[in-house]
C-alpha cells in the first residue's frame, strides 16, 4: 500500500522520512524515531496519554496519521526540557507531586502546555476543561490541577 | 488498521472523480478524528483514503452581511469556537464549538467531517438546524446547496451522493432580534458527548418570542426542528409556565432513542430539563 515521503519538526529536528499511509502519528513518534515518552494508552481517543502539539496545538496522535503532519512542526514531552533545565510545568508536576504512576503525565503535561498557552492565568475550572481530554486514573485530578496553576504562576514571574 | 492507500487530490473535481472511480472502496478524511477510530477499530475497511486537506476551496470563515457566514468544511471546531466573526454575529454557534468534544478533538475534527459522519451523538448538526444553514456540496454535476435537516437523512445516513463532497456550510445574516441559546447536557463530566442538546433561536422583543427554531439532538436518531413547539411559542410571552408547557411538549414529541448511554424515558426526562434551562436562560426566567 501507499508510502510517503514527510518533512516534519519534532522537537525542532527535521526529519525527512518515507511512512507507509497507515503509520499512525503516536506509532510513527515511538518506533521510528523513539521518542517513548509519548504514550499509547486507550488508542481510542479517549485516554489522551498521546497528546502531542502539533503546530502548538494539542492533538491525539493516536488518531493522526503520519503523514497529516507533513510540513508542520510537532513538541513531544521530550521537547519541554531546554539545555538540561525543566520545563517550568515539569518542575511544577515535581513540586505539586502531579503523578503518581506517570503513564499519563506526558500527554497531560502536552494538554498543560495548551492551556497556558491560551491563558497563563486560568481558574482551577478552565484547567479542568483544558484537561477534559485526559484520564488519569490514580490521582484524583487535585494536584495535577494544583500543579498546572503552579506552573502559571512561574511563567508569569508571579 | 487495515493498510489502504492515501491519496491527495488538487482540486474539488478531482476528488469527485476519485469518488465516483473508486466507489463504495474509498472514504473522504478530513481531520480525521472519527474515520480513524472506526479504521482502528475495523468497522470500516476502507483501502483508499481520500484527503480533503489539500483542498484550498474547503477553507476559510468569511461574513458578509447580507450573504451572512460561509464556513469551509476543513473548518476545525476550535477555529469555529475562536473565531472573532463568529463569535460576534453567531455567538451560539460559537458556545457550541467551544464545547465539542475535547481540546485535542476540537483541534483535528472538522465542521465538514463532523455532519458527514452523521453521528447522531454529537453538537454540531442540531445548532446548525436551528441556525438556518445550508450545505454546499459538489459532485461531477456541480455544485447543489440542500437544507442542513435535508442533508441529515437518518442514522449514520447524510444525502451525499457517492461522487459528492461537502464543500461549506451557509449560514443566513442573523436579524437583529435573533438571539440563541445552546445547550448540552452530558450524564458525566469524563463524557464527551451530549446525551441530549437543545439548540433554541427566537426572535425576541423583551419576553416576547415572536419566532422560535427549536431542536432536539444527541437523543434523537436525526435532529429535527420541533413544529408544535416553535408554533406553540410564537407570539407568546414566555413567562415560566410557557416554558414549563413548551419543555413538556418537546419530551412528548420528540422521536427519543433508547441504547445503553441512555433510555427513553431518561432522554424524555432530561429533554424536558434541558428544554426548559434553554428557554429560562434564552428569556431571562428564573430556573424552576
Known amino acids: 500500500m501507499s508510502t510517503h515521503r514527510i518533512q516534519v519538526l519534532v522537537n525542532g529536528e527535521m526529519h ?8 499512525m502519528l503516536s506509532d510513527f513518534l515511538r518506533d521510528d524515531l523513539h ?24 492533538v491525539k496522535s493516536c488518531l493522526s496519521l503520519a503523514i497529516q503532519a507533513h510540513g508542520k512542526s510537532i513538541i513531544t514531552v521530550e521537547g519541554l526540557a531546554w539545555n538540561g533545565e525543566m520545563h517550568p510545568i515539569q518542575e511544577s508536576f515535581v513540586e505539586c507531586g502531579g503523578l503518581q504512576c506517570g503513564y499519563c503525565t506526558p ?10 498557552a491560551e491563558n497563563d492565568a486560568p481558574t482551577p475550572e478552565e484547567v479542568r476543561e483544558g484537561l477534559s481530554g485526559n484520564l488519569c486514573r490514580c490521582t484524583g485530578y487535585v ?11 512561574k511563567m508569569r514571574g508571579d | 488498521m487495515r493498510d489502504f492507500d492515501f491519496l491527495v487530490p488538487g482540486t474539488v473535481p478531482e476528488a469527485c472523480r476519485m469518488l465516483a472511480d473508486l466507489g463504495d472502496d474509498c472514504r473522504i478524511m478530513a481531520g480525521g478524528t472519527a474515520l480513524m477510530l472506526v479504521m482502528r477499530q475495523r468497522m470500516l475497511a476502507a483501502s483508499k483514503i481520500i484527503s480533503a486537506a489539500s483542498l ?38 460559537a458556545d457550541m464549538a467551544r464545547q465539542v468534544a475535547n481540546p485535542q478533538v476540537r483541534n483535528q475534527g472538522t465542521i465538514g467531517g463532523n455532519i458527514c459522519y452523521g453521528d447522531p451523538s454529537t453538537d454540531p448538526p442540531g445548532c446548525l438546524i436551528a441556525l438556518n444553514a445550508e450545505v454546499v456540496l459538489q459532485g461531477l454535476q456541480g455544485r447543489r ?6 442533508f ?3 442514522f449514520f445516513v447524510t444525502a451525499l451522493e457517492p461522487d459528492e463532497i461537502v464543500i461549506e456550510i451557509r449560514i443566513p445574516p442573523p436579524h437583529g432580534n435573533d438571539e440563541g441559546r445552546y445547550t448540552r447536557f452530558r450524564r458525566t463530566a469524563a463524557e464527551h458527548r451530549p446525551l441530549i442538546s437543545v439548540s433554541l433561536m427566537a426572535q425576541r422583543e423583551g419576553s416576547v418570542c415572536h419566532d422560535a427554531r427549536l431542536v432536539v439532538g444527541a437523543s434523537v436518531p436525526v435532529p429535527r426542528r420541533l413544529a408544535r413547539v416553535e408554533d406553540f411559542m ?16 418537546v419530551a412528548t414529541d420528540i422521536p427519543a432513542i433508547s441504547d445503553a448511554r441512555g433510555s427513553e424515558a431518561y432522554r424524555r426526562a432530561m429533554a424536558r430539563v434541558v428544554t426548559r434551562r434553554t428557554i429560562s436562560s434564552l428569556f431571562d426566567l428564573e430556573i424552576l
Open chain 1, 16 to 23: 525527512d522520512v518515507e511512512v507507509p499511509a497507515r503509520r
Open chain 1, 35 to 58: 521518542l517513548t515518552g509519548t504514550k499509547r494508552g486507550c488508542e481510542t481517543g479517549v485516554c489522551g496519554a498521546c497528546s502531542v502539539l502539533l503546530d502548538g496545538d494539542v
Open chain 1, 107 to 116: 500527554g497531560i503535561m502536552m494538554a498543560a502546555c495548551a492551556i497556558l
Open chain 1, 143 to 153: 494536584q495535577i490541577v494544583e500543579s498546572i496553576l503552579n506552573a502559571g504562576e
Open chain 2, 56 to 93: 484550498q476551496d474547503l477553507y476559510g470563515i468569511e461574513f458578509h452581511p447580507s450573504h451572512g457566514l460561509r464556513i469551509g468544511a476543513m473548518t476545525r471546531h476550535a477555529d469555529i469556537a475562536r473565531s472573532p466573526t463568529v463569535q460576534r454575529h453567531y455567538p451560539m454557534l
Open chain 2, 145 to 150: 446547496a440542500l437544507s442542513m435537516q435535508d
Open chain 2, 152 to 154: 441529515l437523512v437518518d
Open chain 2, 234 to 249: 410564537r407570539g407568546r410571552v414566555v413567562t415560566p409556565e410557557v416554558a414549563h408547557e413548551a419543555a413538556d411538549m
